[in-house]
């Protein structure tokens, strides 16, 4: 690409764990998402030009995941191209949902684009960890790896990394409730045990080896039976105001199943039709009414493709988001 071209990548949101998949399970929605904005230009290293979206982001490249991303391709490439960079967010931060990933699976994209596609989409998973890296302190897959190969993935381990794409063998519709409170992924993750009990962890692994077979064996009730987290939902639950409500309520509706999504807040509830994920939003809705706190839901279909290109045209100085 020329110094007058960009290209518009969208990452969306994801829901990692999905109950039993603790740290190596996750799934691509179809919306929220974020979209990052990349060209070539004659400055030389990585500069972020505008953010929308959001207040409080770093414009440092050093500091955003953005440009932490970016760079790490340049380097591994051994290039000193100038990439210019502009990030809209359009998913709340701290949420759940893979914010973060988001932001560095569209960045990968992106730039990849600009250098002329030398990394495949899995390839650029190993960069958009790095986003993680930056964020959380932790270069973790469960939220990139979806966001950037669509459907469900599962991590099977990180030395060396083994990324497993599953897509999306029957429909899925995913309902998302986001209380709008914080919650640290730090203090989520600080109050979980080091260590299991062996008759829970058994548990758990039937769980994730039966949701895995439920997929690929198109058996919604064995995936029904097999959402559930043994371990981590009981520890982690008591730090969202009405969680064990607004699922009874979920599954009540029809939901196959449901949880906390990545590290929370949200609540995450998977239904076999779109009408179904709509009747089971209007009951974790009816939970929160009146409870003063404020919410944000969202419907989508789990979908086959995560990352996509949007855009590509000649460049405009102001890019408007």
Known sequence: MNENEFVKAYAPATVANVCCGFDVLGFALDQPGDEVWARKSETHGITISDIKGIENLSFDPKENVIGVVAQ??????GLSTGIELQLHKGMPVGSGLGSSAASSAAAAFAVNQVLGSPFTVQELVTYAMEGERKASG?????????SLLGGFVLVRDYEPLDVVPLG??????CTILYPQIELKTSLSRSILKQEIPLKKGIRQWGNLAGLMAGLLKKDYDLIGRSLHDEIFEP??????????????????????GGGISGSGPSIFALSASMQQAQAVKEAMEAIYAGSGIETKTYVSQVPEQG???VAQSTFQPALPL
């Open 72 to 77: 790490k391709m340049l380097d591994t490439l």
């Open 138 to 146: 932790s270069a973790h897959a469960d939220n990139v790896a979806p």
């Open 168 to 173: 999306v063998p029957l429909e899925l519709y």
């Open 235 to 256: 520890e982690r639950s008591v730090l969202i105001p009405l969680f064990k409500q607004v699922k009874a309520a979920a599954i009540k509706a029809g939901a196959l």
């Open 307 to 309: 990352v996509r290109l």
